[in-house]
């Protein structure tokens, strides 16, 4: 069964940068892209980014130029990098990956961008 565990996160002020790891198992490879989503309470789910199986990665206009999604394919890890955060980037975010059309979801982490 495919998995994904999220880790990081956590409370930064406004202009910081965190982390985000998520690995996948049983290997990165298992899903066709893997992927970073969040979500507020009220709010729809929102895609954040993604990187593909081939390596190809993809933003939403809203992180693209400070968000940085890159993968370890050894340690099948896939990492996103947040620079540049803003408060509105405070939500729970979770690692996504697409195996047989199927979504996998890991259990998310809380970022939290506040002064």
């Known amino acids: 069964q495919p998995q994904l565990m999220e880790s990081g996160g956590g409370l930064v002020q406004p202009g910081g940068s965190l982390g985000l790891s998520c690995a996948a198992s049983p290997n990165i490879f298992t899903f066709a892209a893997v992927g970073w989503y969040r979500q507020v309470p009220g709010k729809q789910r929102e895609w954040v980014a993604r990187?593909?199986?081939?390596?190809?990665?993809a933003y939403a206009d809203s992180v693209k130029g400070r968000f940085t999604i890159s993968r370890d394919t050894v340690k099948n890890m896939v990492f996103l990098q947040m620079n540049g955060l803003k408060p509105e980037d405070t939500a729970v975010y979770y690692c996504?990956?697409?195996?047989?059309?199927?979504?996998?979801w890991g259990q998310g982490t809380q970022v939290t961008v506040s002064s």
């Open positions: 990187i593909t199986a081939s390596g190809v990665p």
């Open positions: 996504h990956g697409l195996f047989i059309r199927k979504d996998y």
